[in-house]
């Protein structure tokens, strides 16, 4: 079975300083994994996807991971943050099961940018 | 343009009473998720369909029902609400696999306490 673990709830960075969202994963078979954001009170956002080919993968907002095959991880990382990337940010990975597929999340990281 | 609804976003329900959240979306898709969100446990998946007439219980069922008569609805029941239910509830859809480039796209969720 697949799973997610996110090591860090809550990361707190200052503004402009780069920031690093760790994720390792558990799967006995081919992953496809996912980085969503959440702002406060809304919905889940799709920040980037990784399915298949380069392992560092662009998003939005400036945002990008690298799927490490040999370390099961799929690091979320930016370079530079802003205050408005103050959110919660969740790894998913992909679950086949039969014709179709589901997510199954980890359990969040906080990152609060502040001054 | 094509969304994903749910309602209510707010509601306020006693021990014991069956609640209804209802989540409709536009996009024609065939797959739709529920997943309640809880502080330190993320996102987890109550019921999910693949088509009308479909359904399928997640990792949280226990005392939840979904029914899928069309493709637009797919209504999430709490036979019996419990105080263990209060959380926030996010309805999902996407239009087939995940790792075939397709996106699953979130409603803006809704907050239930059971009281």
């Known amino acids: 079975a697949q799973s997610v673990t996110q090591l860090d709830s809550q990361v707190p960075v200052f503004e402009e300083a780069p920031v690093e969202l760790r994720c390792n994963y558990s799967?006995?078979?081919?992953?496809?994994l996912f980085w969503y954001v959440q702002y406060p009170n809304q919905g889940l956002q799709l920040l980037l996807k990784?399915?298949?080919?380069?392992?560092l993968v662009k998003g939005i907002n400036g945002f990008e991971a690298e799927f490490n095959k040999s370390q099961t991880s799929f690091h979320l990382r930016k370079p530079s943050v802003h205050i408005s990337d103050t959110a919660e940010y969740f790894c998913a990975v992909s679950v086949v099961t039969g014709t179709a597929s589901k997510l199954t999340f980890g359990t969040g990281t906080r990152l609060q940018v502040t001054l | 343009d094509a969304e994903i609804t749910q309602s209510p976003r707010h509601k306020i329900t006693e021990t014991g009473r069956q609640v209804t959240l209802a989540c409709h979306q536009t996009w024609n898709h065939n797959n739709m998720f529920w997943y309640r969100q809880d502080l330190g446990h993320g996102l987890r998946l109550i019921h999910y369909?693949?088509?009308?007439?479909?359904?399928n219980k997640g990792e949280v069922s226990d005392g939840y029902s979904v029914s899928r008569s069309n493709t637009e609805d797919l209504p999430l029941t709490l036979e019996s609400a419990a105080s263990s239910q209060t959380s926030v509830y996010f309805c999902?859809?996407?239009?087939?696999?995940?790792?075939?480039?397709?996106?699953?796209?979130f409603g803006e969720g809704s907050w239930l306490t059971v009281v």
């Open positions: 999902a859809s996407s239009p087939g696999l995940l790792h075939s480039g397709n996106t699953i796209y």
């Open positions: 799967s006995s078979v081919s992953v496809y």
């Open positions: 369909s693949y088509g009308v007439q479909d359904t």
């Open positions: 990784y399915l298949s080919g380069s392992t």
